[in-house]
T-cell receptor, first 115, second 113 residues
Framework: SQQGEEDPQALSIQEGENATMNCSYK?????LQWYRQNSGRGLVHLIL?????REKHSGRLRVTLDTSKKSSSLLITASRAADTASYFC???????????????FGKGTKLSVIP | KAGVTQTPRYLIKTRGQQVTLSCSPI?????VSWYQQTPGQGLQFLFE???????NKGNFPGRFSGRQFSNSRSEMNVSTLELGDSALYLC????????????FGEGSWLTVV
């Protein structure tokens, strides 16, 4: 079963605009990771945020985590056509035990960046 | 260093056959996990191995099995293939650090006809 839901399911923006995607999850977590997937390809790891962190940055990416609301957001600033992809959040539930590395994924947000 | 490598990338099988997929993790990584991705069910966890032992298993029938070798390479096997097994099968590996970032391979596309 899916742990969480990404919102929106699809997002279309102009190049240069910012894109914000949200993720909600259901159980307590050890950490939350965001991935990008280009059509038909594997998952590319973007960023990991631990349960005791509230915000993390990596280049044009900014991730926030609110464990009280069981939600996270991914912000991509100054988007480019190459950012067109599906984005997934994945949680490592704390019930799975430390080091068991079992991820639960949402259904993803399909981002289209129009040149 | 090289990423997670999966072979084969694409394959077509007939219903009732079996298939074996291979995964080589990132050098030094001892945890290998497998996921199935379909349009209907999304990404679902199959199983995870660490030091040749299965630590976790997802909610899949016994037709899905896996193993890990002493060099951390892993294989997964699906027996008696069904049309619904058509999917992208993704392998992932992870080290043992505090931040257990999980890295994925490009996947193996399986089509069952």
């Amino acid at each position: 079963s899916q742990q969480g839901e990404e919102d929106p399911q699809a997002l279309s923006i102009q190049e240069g605009e910012n894109a914000t995607m949200n993720c909600s999850y259901k159980t307590s977590i050890n950490n939350l990771q965001w991935y990008r997937q280009n059509s038909g390809r594997g998952l590319v790891h973007l960023i990991l945020i631990r349960s005791n962190e509230r915000e993390k940055h990596s280049g044009r990416l900014r991730v926030t985590l609110d464990t009280s609301k069981k939600s996270s957001s991914l912000l991509i600033t100054a988007s480019r056509a190459a950012d067109t992809a599906s984005y997934f959040c994945a949680t490592d539930p704390s019930y799975s035990g430390a080091g068991s590395y079992q991820l639960t994924f949402g259904k993803g947000t399909k981002l289209s960046v129009i040149p | 260093k090289a990423g997670v490598t999966q072979t084969p990338r694409y394959l077509i099988k007939t219903r009732g056959q079996q298939v074996t997929l291979s995964c080589s993790p990132i050098s030094g990584h001892r945890s290998v996990s497998w996921y199935q991705q379909t349009p209907g069910q999304g990404l679902q966890f199959l199983f995870e191995y660490f030091s040749e032992t299965q630590r976790n298993k997802g909610n899949f029938p016994g037709r899905f099995s896996g193993r890990q070798f002493s060099n951390s390479r892993s294989e997964m096997n699906v027996s008696t293939l069904e049309l619904g097994d058509s999917a992208l099968y993704l392998c992932a590996s992870s080290g043992t650090g505090v931040e257990n970032t999980i890295y994925f391979g490009e996947g193996s596309w399986l089509t069952v006809v």
